[in-house]
């Protein structure tokens, strides 16, 4: 008997054995079993876990489509430390009318020196330039329980006694910030049931709040602009900082170049001695070099001095595409999607930001 015919009792996903990141995995042991449950769901059953699942923007999109026909509240989350790389695009299109609640996760990880309401406007502006106005904005730390109980007067809120669907793309905290809802709000003991969304084949998970309402989980879109596609699993941690980032002053002439392990650079091209701030993860080496030195450097000791990429990787490591700007105000955030940000205090400045092609560098006023 194929295993093909097998399906999920809690979400009524196709059951697989072969690849545990994948949906629908189960172990071969479950097959043995009268009610069959795959892995995520077993999680969920079990120990009160929800795990992110990736899936194709068409999936992702039918998974729109299907939420603009009902009446509900959209809570978007995204990643402070990485905004724009963690955006979804285009989202408005796709919900209808049904407001959006915008959450922004991992506010541990800015420094302390940045405030709260700062942030919160800064989201704002953020998200009015992108085409989106959120009905409120919020600040939470998913892996620190920080501002969770807020989020979730907020959906409460704003909500109206509808449903709520939970969006965000993977990496930005979402399965953290829903577990850290369910003990919030559901009380670790109740039952958390799951359930299949009639017109697609992939499972939201449902999460039941009271009058009869639910908050569903949707899988966690891949936004392919995403500095963390381009390095090995393995070295995730190091694009994920889990403590606050500390901020690393670097003394700059003309013509100096500061790699950021092998992932970017930047050449600080022109406009006398300068103070450049980097905020960039602790664990990420930042090496200082001359710039006319600087690609023999990298062809040299990409993969060893300059990790990540790992030595393996070098050769399908995407090519180092520069980007140049001219600081016209002071104060101002060199921005690589994932990676962090470089600020310079002063206009007139020329740089070039390199980064791996497809990955977005931008300019934006010093959040700090």
């Known amino acids: 008997m194929s295993e093909q015919q097998f399906s ?15 949906l629908g995995f189960a172990p071969e042991s479950a097959l043995e079993k009268d009610d069959i449950i795959c892995q995520r769901c077993f999680r969920l059953k079990n120990y009160n876990e929800i795990q992110d699942v990736s899936l194709t ?10 939420i603009g026909e009902t009446n509900g509240l959209i809570v978007k989350i995204v990643d402070i430390f990485d905004f724009n790389g963690s955006w979804l695009q285009g989202i408005q299109r796709f919900v209808g009318g049904n407001p959006i609640l915008l959450i922004g996760n991992k506010s541990d990880i800015l420094p302390k ?4 309401q700062k ?13 989106l106005k959120p009905i409120d904005v919020c600040l939470v730390s998913s892996a620190r329980g920080h501002g969770i109980r807020e989020a979730a007067e907020l959906i409460d809120l704003h909500r109206n006694g509808q449903d709520v669907y939970v969006v965000g793309c993977t990496n930005v905290g979402k399965s953290t910030f829903i577990n850290r809802m369910i003990k919030e709000v ?15 084949t992939l499972d939201l998970i449902e999460i039941p709040l009271e009058n009869g309402a639910s908050l569903y989980d949707t899988p966690g879109i891949i936004n392919h602009h995403q500095m963390a596609h381009f390095v090995d699993k393995r070295d995730l941690k190091l694009l994920s900082p889990k403590k606050e980032l500390k901020p690393k002053i670097f003394q700059l002439n003309e013509n100096q170049t500061l790699y950021f392990g092998g992932l970017a650079r930047l050449d600080y091209v022109t406009g006398g001695r300068e103070s450049l701030v980097c905020y960039i993860p602790n664990e990420l080496t930042i090496h200082r070099t001359k710039r006319e030195n600087a690609d023999s450097l990298y062809e040299k000791h990409a993969g060893e001095m300059l990790t990540p990429p790992r030595k393996e990787d070098v050769d399908t490591f995407p090519r180092l595409i520069p980007h140049e700007f001219t600081i016209k105000e002071g104060k101002t955030d060199v921005v690589f999607s994932g990676l962090g940000w470089v600020t310079i205090n002063n206009p007139g400045k020329k740089v070039i930001a390199f980064a791996p092609q497809g990955v977005n560098v931008t300019l934006r006023k010093s959040l700090i």
């Open 8 to 22: 999920c009792i809690g979400c009524g996903v196709s059951i697989q054995t072969e690849d545990p990141k994948k």
């Open 57 to 66: 923007d068409d999936d992702f999109l039918k998974i729109l489509h299907g």
């Open 113 to 116: 020196s940045v405030k709260h």
């Open 119 to 131: 942030l919160i406007n800064w989201m704002k502006r953020e998200a009015k330039e992108l085409g």
């Open 186 to 200: 559901a009380g670790v003991n109740d039952v958390i049931t799951t359930s299949h969304y009639p017109g697609t």
